[in-house]
Structures are given as C-alpha cells and as structure tokens.
Nanobody, 127 residues
Framework: QVQLVESGGGLVQAGGSLRLSCAAS????????MGWFRQAPGKERDFVAS????????YYADSVKGRFTISRDNAKNTLYLQMNSLKPEDTAAYYC????????????????????WGQGTQVTVSS
C-alpha cells in the first residue's frame, strides 16, 4: 500500500504561482513513476505531468509546458508541482498519483495506469 497526501492548493490570481506537494508513505521502494492529474467539475481527469523515480524523465501536458515544473525528492518521498503563470483554466482539483508499473510515455498520461491516488487539493485561479 502507498499513501499519498497533497497540500499547497489555494486561491490565486491569474499570473500567480503555487507549489503543490505530495507526501508519499508506505511501500514506495518499488515506485516507477509519480504524476499529477487534475479534474474540473463535470470534466474528465486530465494528465498534467509525471516523473520517473530517478527524476530523469519528465512528461507534461501541452497545456502546461513552460509554466509547470514537476520534481521529486526521493529522500523525503515527496513530489512537487511548481505552477507559474497560472490561468483561470488551470482551476481544478489536483491529484497526486503513483504507479509501480513500467510505462511508456503515452501510458504515463493515462490515469488508469496509476494504482494509488491522493485525496486531491483544490486550485482556484481568479481572473
């Protein structure tokens, strides 16, 4: 079992920044990758970014490239998402996700390939 707890969400004006954190505990030794997804009311859960355990490979949705940065601190078992130049369309609940499976780049974007999820943290960007 892996437990994930997100923090860092909040209300910010357009153009502002937020940093999300996700603390992982439990059986994290065999982690392959972790990621961030988001879901707005009435919409599907969308891929935002992911990173392999080594931290050497990162993936981003086109909508956040150049604005968001995913990183991880394995010593602290913590995943981060630095979000800059926020837009109202970034408003959503953000979820941290974890997978033990070795995934292709395309598969990393599919939320069904992640077995563990946090409870989510709300990000609201006002215009």
């Amino acid at each position: 079992q892996v437990q994930l707890v997100e923090s860092g969400g909040g209300l910010v004006q357009a153009g502002g920044s937020l940093r999300l954190s996700c603390a992982a505990s439990g059986r994290t030794l065999n982690t392959y990758a972790m990621g961030w997804f988001r879901q707005a009311p009435g919409k599907e859960r969308d891929f935002v970014a992911s990173i392999t355990r080594s931290g050497g490979t990162t993936y981003y949705a086109d909508s956040v490239k150049g604005r968001f940065t995913i990183s991880r601190d394995n010593a602290k078992n913590t995943l981060y998402l630095q979000m800059n130049s926020l837009k109202p369309e970034d408003t959503a609940a953000y979820y941290c996700a974890h997978t033990l499976n070795v995934l292709t780049a395309q598969a990393m974007e599919d939320y069904q390939n992640y077995g563990y999820w946090g409870q989510g943290t709300q990000v609201t960007v006002s215009s």
